[in-house]
Structures are given as structure tokens and as C-alpha cells.
């Protein structure tokens, strides 16, 4: 069995900074990349930050600059440092775990972390 959980949502008031992590658990997935998303009240899940194994981070427009995607090294573990936070970075944030079990190319899904930014 699967499980990824994430942790280190709070509220934070504007300008401060979070670190939210990821854990995945499982004795067969082999994890190759790490994704954060997020999804704010009324709209749709958007990609935040992702890191493969083997390559280069990548973090969308919105929050470049102030956001640092990292994972352990030997660990299913990951985390994501955000900066400077503004109001409309509030939202559940996810993480999202790709990699293989056996031949098979599989994701999951952790339940999420509120993240509210307010004064």
C-alpha cells in the first residue's frame, strides 16, 4: 500500500514563509518525480513545483523566485519552501508522487495541506 502524506500547512500572514513536506510510503513504488500542486476554492488544481529524480526543478511563473522544491537524498521524502507568501498563494497543497511499481507507471495522491496566507 501507497501512502503520501504532506505536512507544514499553516496560516502565515503575508511576506512570511512555510515549509511543506512530503512523505511517501511503500515498499515497492519507486519514486522517480515529485510534484507540488495546489488548488484554491472555485478553481482548478494547478502545478506549483516539480523535481524528478534525475534532472532539473521546475516551479511555475506564479510563485518563481520564491520557492525552493527539494527531496531527500535516498529518502521517498520532499519538501517545498515557500517565500515571501501573498494572499492569493492560499490554497490546499498537494503532493504528487510518480515513479513504478514492478513495470507498472503509476501516481498518487496525498489528501493535502491547507496553506492560508492572511493578515
Known amino acids: 500500500q501507497v501512502q503520501v502524506v504532506e505536512s507544514g500547512g499553516d496560516l502565515v500572514q503575508p511576506g512570511g514563509s512555510l515549509r511543506l513536506s512530503c512523505v511517501v510510503s511503500?515498499?515497492?513504488?519507486?519514486?522517480?518525480?515529485m510534484n507540488w500542486h495546489r488548488q484554491a476554492p472555485g478553481k482548478q488544481r494547478e502545478l506549483v513545483a516539480g523535481i524528478p529524480t534525475h534532472g532539473y526543478p521546475e516551479s511555475a511563473d506564479f510563485v518563481k523566485g520564491r520557492v525552493a522544491i527539494s527531496r531527500d537524498s535516498g529518502e521517498n521524502m520532499g519538501h517545498l519552501q515557500m517565500n515571501d507568501l501573498k494572499p492569493a498563494d492560499t490554497a490546499v497543497y498537494y503532493c504528487?508522487?510518480?515513479?513504478?511499481?514492478?513495470?507498472?507507471?503509476?501516481?498518487?495522491w496525498g489528501q493535502g495541506t491547507q496553506v492560508t496566507v492572511s493578515s
Open positions: 511503500a515498499s515497492r513504488f519507486r519514486v522517480y518525480a
Open positions: 504528487r508522487a510518480g515513479g513504478t511499481i514492478g513495470d507498472a507507471m503509476v501516481e498518487y
